[in-house]
């Protein structure tokens, strides 16, 4: 294992760093995804301000357009706050570019957030071969965000909405396998009742098909 991959970020959420041995590590893309109002953003949120009072630099890009910075006041103070940045991109393409950015932006040890890969990318999708080549567009991303958390290093963390595949009859990510392809862990939240959620471990080091059941109250996960 690399040295940089035993490093990890808490993810602010005692439960889900057990099953993470830890948190999100260095020098890997962690890829969480579940239906709407599972708590990917919220989740998406501890971790930001988890990392960023610990001294850490977080790049938050919200392509949900789900994050209001009214939020960000309500949970942490401004020096905190301080070392979150927040973009929205309109486009693939602006999200594109902005990873691009990274390279200059980010110190290492940071964190980067994508609140979701995919909601860009489903905009783009068509006829099957336009798909290929926003499939194609969407490996690149990938592939830099990958060779950014390695070089710099930095944690990468990405959420994920789930569609249907009529081929396989299964809930999936969306995207097929191309973001798990990049990912080395994955975690699925699900909904059980109003308050709580289910977490559980599908891809990664550890034991693989183990869940945590965590509880909202207020705005916090625990």
């Excluded at 599972?38 to 988890?50: D, E, N, R, V, Y």
């Excluded at 910075?69 to 070392?83: E, G, I, S």
């Excluded at 980010?106 to 099957?128: Q, T």
């Excluded at 396989?168 to 994955?186: D, F, H, K, M, Q």
């Amino acid at each position: 294992m690399d040295a940089n991959q035993s490093l990890k970020i808490s993810t602010g959420i005692r439960k889900i760093d057990d099953l993470l041995s830890g948190g999100l590590p260095f020098g890997l893309i962690t890829h969480v995804f579940g239906p709407r109002g599972s708590g990917k953003t919220l989740f998406s949120l501890h971790c930001a301000l988890s990392a960023a009072s610990h001294g850490r630099k977080v790049f938050y890009i919200d392509a949900d357009h789900s994050l209001h910075p009214r939020m960000l006041l309500n949970f942490a103070p401004k020096n905190v706050l301080d070392r979150i940045m927040l973009a929205k991109p309109n486009s693939f393409a602006e999200q594109e570019k902005l990873i691009e950015r990274l390279y200059a932006l980010l110190p290492p040890s940071s964190l980067v957030i994508v609140d979701s890969i995919a909601s860009m990318y489903r905009l783009e999708l068509g006829e099957k071969e336009q798909n290929i080549a926003v499939n194609r567009k969407l490996n690149l991303q990938l592939a830099e965000l990958l060779d950014l958390a390695q070089e710099t290093p930095s944690s990468i963390l990405l959420t994920n909405h789930v569609a249907v595949d009529p081929e396989l009859e299964c809930v999936r990510p969306v995207g097929g396998n191309v973001v798990s392809y990049w990912s080395a862990i994955e975690l699925k939240l699900e909904r059980l009742m109003p308050g709580k959620i289910r977490a559980t471990l599908v891809k990664g080091k550890g034991n693989v098909n183990s869940s945590a059941e965590l509880t909202i109250k207020g705005r916090k996960l625990i």
